[in-house]
């Protein structure tokens, strides 16, 4: 059964003592039992399945069997693995995080090298499972089936012998499919564990952040779905390959040793080929980062349309914004239709690779008056398909590294990324609740923002010691404005010198024109903001209902209740 969730993500005990091997996989380790019988009664399926079971799939036989008789719902539903769970792994991947920003600083950390800290035993396990399934895949053409032909051709046939062999050819095609299902199932557990720690970690620092100048939302969409889906791409597809070397010298050997030197023109076929697909599927990927960019612009322009879409509706500004979005619409297409045409082409090189090395073989064997049997040329024509059956997986193992390497780079931006140090200080007088003091606030990154630091503490200090309720009254001179925009430090001001006080008990209510700064007010009382001089105080927390309201996908009681469970008395 599954362990407690706490000592899931940590390698010690609860004593604090570091657990063995075992202790730490055991869970694991009893997934390689053939049948564990009980498993079906277990509250999650998939954590106490055994090999078989784990590899087919068919723990999930009675989930599909009540939908079939029912409709399932969240409630029918096997309960989340937690070792598929965002906490577990979230935290799992944020405990290696901070050990290599730890260990070589935040400039030099390397979230690849963290990634496959994340999943390397995992990783390691495929790889075995799939040398495995390669082992058996060239037993079955290499040895079996070129013995069952001779057996056919031999004068002395001894009927045992051929049952023995297709037997025996059976069970290793058996063998090779069980391997390869075993390698999808932990490449697709794997993919899940990483894509779901990356995002929670990613969103876990984008929350902290109280304002997002430094990226658009229309990043944070990307970064958040097609990013993270990325990386989900490369741990179910990037292991697979890693065989290769060891089937194609499997291969060349064996095809040396029955056909003689000519088989090395079919092996350097495939040879030729490997290097035209990695960059085909490059060249793809290239297209797919110039469609994110793309991607990026629309999806931010399309907020701005639905953001501000009475203004533009009152100036009848409807097709011109329509006429853009659709433009954009039309290059990211275009992008991705490239994309999928060399995708497609390259998907189409495999088998055709198959046909050339084995027609360029046996026409250059026959050329040079070399002896072909009806063995020798099935063993060879099973043996190239194996290595079709390998190659094939390799243009998608390329393009996702590609794409993962590149959705790394700007996950990482976010993970190194610090929020700015909060203004807002706390008034020394008990019945101030709100204090601006001179304040004057941008929105830009201000470049000099490291040299002003010291400046804005003394303003801080220098104010707070002279804070006096009637020092802060509003008076025609101490009172700022929104209006121009004034250039401090290289950035634009937005609100410049603003000053006045809330004390506790009081209702202030602040009217406006549009675009007169009262958000940018709020926005700057929330510490959302750039405090360029002055003093902003806030006594206790603060409750903000933004005026722009929003719903989730789901129905009415879902979206007031927000994960809670209903209460009818309520």
């Known amino acids: 059964m599954v362990g407690e969730g706490p000592y899931l993500i940590s390698d010690l005990d609860r004593r604090g003592h570091r657990r063995s091997f075992v202790e730490r996989y055991d869970p694991s380790l009893k997934t390689m039992i053939p049948v564990r019988p009980y498993a079906r009664l277990a509250p999650n399926p998939v954590d106490d399945a055994g090999l078989l079971s784990f590899a087919t799939f068919s723990w999930l036989t009675p989930v599909m069997v009540r939908g079939y008789k029912h409709t399932l719902t969240v409630d029918s539903l096997p309960p989340l693995s937690p070792y598929d769970s965002s906490d577990t792994n979230a935290k799992r991947f944020r405990v290696l995080w901070d050990e290599e920003v730890e260990r070589v600083g935040p400039e030099k950390a390397s979230l690849g090298r963290v990634v496959w800290k994340f999943q390397r035993t995992r990783v ?115 292991p697979l390959p890693a065989t290769i070397p060891i089937l194609m010298a499997v291969c060349a050997v064996y095809a040396f040793f029955i056909l003689g030197p000519t088989a090395l023109i079919g092996i350097s076929v495939y040879v030729i080929f490997i290097p035209i697909q990695v960059f085909m599927a490059k060249l793809s990927s290239a297209f797919r980062r110039s469609a994110i960019s793309v991607t990026d612009k629309r999806v931010q322009t399309t907020n701005e349309f639905v953001t501000c879409i009475k203004l533009i509706k009152m100036y009848a500004w409807e097709k011109s914004f329509t006429n853009a979005i659709r433009d954009i619409r039309k290059r990211e297409r275009k992008l991705l239709e490239k994309a999928g045409f060399v995708q497609s082409g390259n998907s189409a090189l495999a088998p055709i690779a198959s046909t050339i090395a084995i027609v360029l073989t046996f026409t250059c064997h026959i050329l040079l008056r070399r002896e ?64 601006l003091a001179n304040a004057t606030l941008t929105w830009e990154q201000d470049a000099s923002r490291k040299g002003d630091l010291k400046k804005v503490e003394n303003q801080k200090k220098h104010f707070l010691k002279r804070q006096r309720r009637e020092a802060y009254s509003l008076s025609p001179s101490a009172q700022g404005a929104a209006g121009p925009e004034v250039q401090n430090g290289g950035c634009k001001s937005v ?71 209903y209460d009818q008395q309520r």
């Open 124 to 238: 390691l396990m495929d790889v075995v499972a799939n040398i495995l399934c390669v082992v058996m895949a060239a037993i079955g053409p290499t040895v079996l089936i070129h013995q069952i032909l001779r057996q056919t051709e031999s004068a002395s046939r001894n009927a045992w012998v051929g049952v023995g062999l297709c037997i025996t050819l059976f069970v290793t095609e058996f063998t090779k499919v069980l391997f390869w299902a075993l390698a999808w199932a932990i490449n697709y557990r794997t993919a899940i564990r990483l894509k779901v720690a990356v995002s929670t970690l990613v969103f876990e620092n984008l929350v902290s952040f109280k304002m997002l100048t430094h990226i658009s939302v229309g990043e944070v969409l990307n970064i958040l779905s097609s990013d993270s889906y990325s990386l989900f791409e490369a741990a179910l597809f990037c």
């Open 495 to 565: 609100l410049h010198n603003i000053s006045f006080v809330v004390t506790k008990g009081k209702i202030l209510g602040i009217c406006g024109n549009v675009g007169s700064g009262k958000s940018s007010l709020m926005a700057a009382l929330l510490g959302q903001m750039r405090l360029q001089q002055g003093v902003v105080a806030v006594s206790g927390t603060l409750a903000c209902v933004s005026q722009q309201a929003w719903i989730f996908h789901g129905n009415v009681r879902e979206n007031i209740l927000f994960g809670a469970k």
């Open 372 to 435: 072909l049997t009806a063995p020798v040329a099935f063993s060879v024509i099973a043996m190239f398909n194996v290595m079709k059956f390998s190659i094939a997986i390799l243009p998608f193992s390329v393009k996702a590294a590609a794409e993962a390497n590149v959705s790394l780079r700007r996950m990482q931006k976010i993970l190194i990324a610090k929020s700015p140090p909060s203004y807002i200080t706390q008034p020394e007088d008990p019945d101030t609740v709100l204090l």
